[in-house]
């Protein structure tokens, strides 16, 4: 069955780094893009960045931009997000997505265009 497996999430003091890894399998990985997203307390889910099927393309939301990277290996079935100058308002359970996408198509932001999910890691940034 389709899953995704985030690990590498924890607590950090601010200004640190993380890296998150989603893990998928029981669908053919090269042929989706991926996303990130978070939710923090009483907020809602938020788009982080997204990767494109190769890992050609790469799309980040303003308030990560800059500090954070999407990146994908596809022989691992694996795509990663690199947190670094780490906030408190970056603490948040974080999620990967897929979107089942022609190489062509825009990278997606919206939550409601990906397939899949996974259950989320939790990231804590302490001031």
């Known amino acids: 069955q389709v899953q995704l497996q985030e690990s590498g999430g924890g607590l950090v003091q601010a200004g640190g780094s993380l890296r998150l890894s989603c893990a998928a399998s029981?669908?053919?990985?090269?042929?989706?893009?991926m996303g990130w997203f978070r939710q923090a307390p009483g907020k809602e889910r938020e788009f982080v960045a997204a990767?494109?099927?190769?890992?050609?393309?790469?799309e980040y939301a303003d308030s990560v931009k800059g500090r954070f990277t999407i990146s994908r290996d596809n022989d691992k079935k694996t795509v990663y997000l690199q947190l670094n100058s780490l906030k408190p308002e970056d603490t948040a359970l974080y999620y990967c997505?897929?979107?089942?996408?022609?190489?062509?198509?825009?990278?997606?932001?919206?939550?409601?265009?990906?397939?899949?999910w996974g259950q989320g890691t939790q990231v804590t940034v302490s001031s």
């Open positions: 990767i494109n099927r190769n890992g050609g393309r790469t």
């Open positions: 997505a897929a979107d089942r996408m022609i190489s062509s198509a825009p990278l997606e932001r919206a939550a409601n265009r990906y397939d899949y």
């Open positions: 029981g669908f053919t990985f090269s042929f989706y893009g």
